[in-house]
Structures are given as structure tokens and as C-alpha cells.
């Protein structure tokens, strides 16, 4: 479209002014275009035209919506976000680029306007009204206005531009009642999400407090009374430092991250209480020396099999087998380079066995042993995942041994 074209070609040369025009143009034949709202919004916001911006992104997010263009939603989404960083609504701006985050996690700019909105919190006092989040996801109907230069002016082209209304600070919702306050949480490999449904608490007067296994909440009711949550001990260890809290006028999310990656929670408590303090003492020790001082020997893992009398701990066997050799005298003959005499094949298999790794002998013996002597692996990264299934040689058949 000729509108579109010129707003683009103005945007690239910096002529704010011009591109705004040429945007606006192209909306009064396609209002509800969320790629020419997004534009609009880039010029006003470029233009340092915040508020404008903001209704512009606003609005390309209900279209986007409408629309279900997931590439169009993020675009507006992050408009969105930019808009509210000009605005100084840094809380707001947070919220925002978190769903961008979310939606498209390699958006090309979504790192550097994230860390600008850092930087700028960081420089506010901490019960600073503008760190707290007032918005949703899905802007409201009183967000989205009709943006334009001011009252009476005429553009280049003879349009007359109505005057843009300022979008108001929302203010915090009211607090949810105590009995009605619950929690939920979910999980991935590095993190568990929780979230305290809680409306109209305030940043500066709540307390959060995360600890290798417990959280707790508190803050103020408008009772007079004070709420208090407590998870104590948690389903396992995190990492208070890199644990990350959020008041949000809405709710409070709170990113645990585990101490153990890849661990995976059966519930947000655990059962058991938390280990003694000798336990407790113990886990603070380098791990390093800890190994050194531990007396306990590990215990070599049960792997899969089909045996009846349960699973085989093949660290142990393979363990037997070398000291039994050296007992009675066989490992002298898989010491010797010269084979002299026996059965060939015999003294091959030993001397391949005595010079193997751990984890080889180990996939020898179980590989051996669960194939019926069929099958001889020495890769334990494979062999350890199940079974090793019984492969007679072509032409013979397999067949199971009955008492």
C-alpha cells in the first residue's frame, strides 16, 4: 500500500513526523491493521510520543489477538513493553517483555530492552511505585485510545489529527480476601514456578524470604492483620541467590531455582523433615574434601533386567571377578602376552576383560550374562538402558529354559 510504503520509508530515514502521518493514512483505510499499529507505535515512540505509543501497541495486541498471529502478537507485545519503559513504568515494562520473553525467547531485541529496564530499577528506591506491575496480559478497553499529534493540527497531507488522551496509572486492584488467597506452582528441568494469587499487595510492605529449603510470605492485610506462608522444608534444595521474587498488583511469582537441575519435584513439600544437623553440617563441606573424609563406600547402581532375583549391581560382579581371578590364580594367565596352550578364545576373552575399563567390564558381564552368551558389548552408555536381548546365530532359534 502507497500509505505504508511511504510511513516505512520515513521510519528508516528517521522522519518520525512523516511516518506518523503516512501510518496514520494507511489505518483510516485499514484500522485495524496490527502490522500498521506496530509502525505507528515504533515512529511515536521514537518520537518520544510515549503515550501514544502505548495506545498504538495496545491496540496491536487486541488485533494480533483477534487475529491469532502469534509473530504479530510478540511484535505488538514488545512495542507494548518499549512504550511503558518511556513511560517510566518499569514494573509494567517487566511484566511485558516477560511475555515476550515467553512467547519468542529469541527475539532479537528482547535482551538488550530488558536489561535497560534493569538498570533503570535498579536506580529506584525500593517502595518506588513505579517498580510495581498494574497491568495483564490482554490490555483493557481503557488502555487502547486514538492517538494523534494535538488538537486542531493538520498534517502534511491535510488530515486533521484529534488530540491524544493520556492513558492513566491504573490503579491497584483490591485485595483479595484472606480465605480466598491460594497457591499453585509448576516446574521444568531448571526451575519451579510459584504463584500466590493474591490482588492488591504492595511491593514495599510485603516480605519475601527464600531460603535453600523454605519461602516465606507475609504482608499486610487491610484487616490489620498480617497474612504469613510459610513452605517449609521444600520437596528439595534451591538456590536462594539465583531464586527470583515478583509483587505484581495481581499475584506473587516467585522462580525457585534447583539446586539440582534436571531433579524433578513430586510435590512443592516434602514429607521428611529436614536432614539432622550432623547432615546439615556435612552438606556445607567442599565437595571435594567431603569425599575424602566420607567413610561410606558408594553403592553401585541397579540397573534393568529381566531376572527374577531382581536387579544385578554389575560394579560388584565385575568387583568378584577380579578379585576371584587373582585368588585362584587365573589373572597370571591374562597376564601373559604369549598364549601357551588352553582354549584360545578363552585366554582372549579374559586378557579383553582385564584390560577393559570399569564401565566396559561392567557391560561385558551384564551384556554376557542377559543375552544368554549371545551378545558381548563393551559400550556400558548403551548396554546400561535395559535388557540385552538373547541373539542365537542365523539359522538357530533361542529358546527358554524350563526346570
Known sequence: ME??????????????????????AALKVSPTSPDYLIQRSTAYHRAKKYAEALSDANNAVLNAQARAKRELI???????GCAYYGL?????????????????????MIATWEQFNKNAVAKLEPGDKRRVCNVEETPKAEEVTAP???EGKTSSNGDTQKATKVVALPSAPPQTAPEKIRHEWYQNSENVYF???????????????????????????ASGATYDLTLEPLFAAVKPEASIPRILSTKIEIVLAKATP????????????????KADQSSKIDPVPRAVVTSDKPTGPAYPTSSKSGPKNWD?????????????????????????GGDEADHFFKKL???????????????????????????????KKGPVETTPPDGMEAKAWKK
Open 353 to 383: 576383560f582385564k584390560n577393559a575399563s570399569p564401565e566396559a567390564q561392567r557391560a561385558m558381564m551384564k551384556s554376557y550374562t542377559e543375552s544368554n552368551g549371545t551378545a558381548l558389548s563393551t559400550n556400558w552408555e548403551e548396554v
Open 3 to 24: 500509505h505504508a510504503a511511504r510511513g516505512k520509508k520515513a521510519l528508516e530515514a528517521k522522519n518520525y513526523d512523516e511516518a506518523i502521518t503516512a501510518y496514520s
Open 148 to 150: 494523534a499529534a494535538s
Open 262 to 277: 534436571g531433579q524433578k519435584w513430586n510435590a512443592l513439600e516434602s514429607s521428611e523433615p529436614i536432614s539432622s544437623t
Open 195 to 221: 504463584t500466590l494469587l493474591a490482588k492488591g499487595v504492595l511491593q514495599d510492605e510485603a516480605h519475601i524470604d527464600i531460603q535453600e529449603r523454605s519461602v516465606s510470605i507475609s504482608f499486610p492485610l
Open 74 to 80: 510478540v511484535e505488538a507485545q514488545f512495542r507494548r
Open 88 to 108: 517510566e513504568r518499569y514494573g509494567d515494562a517487566e511484566f511485558v517483555f516477560g511475555i515476550v520473553r515467553r512467547m519468542q525467547e529469541k527475539h532479537k
Open 316 to 340: 560388584k560382579i565385575t568387583e568378584d571377578l577380579r578379585t576371584g581371578d587373582k585368588e585362584d590364580g587365573k589373572a597370571g594367565a591374562a597376564d601373559d602376552d604369549d598364549f601357551e
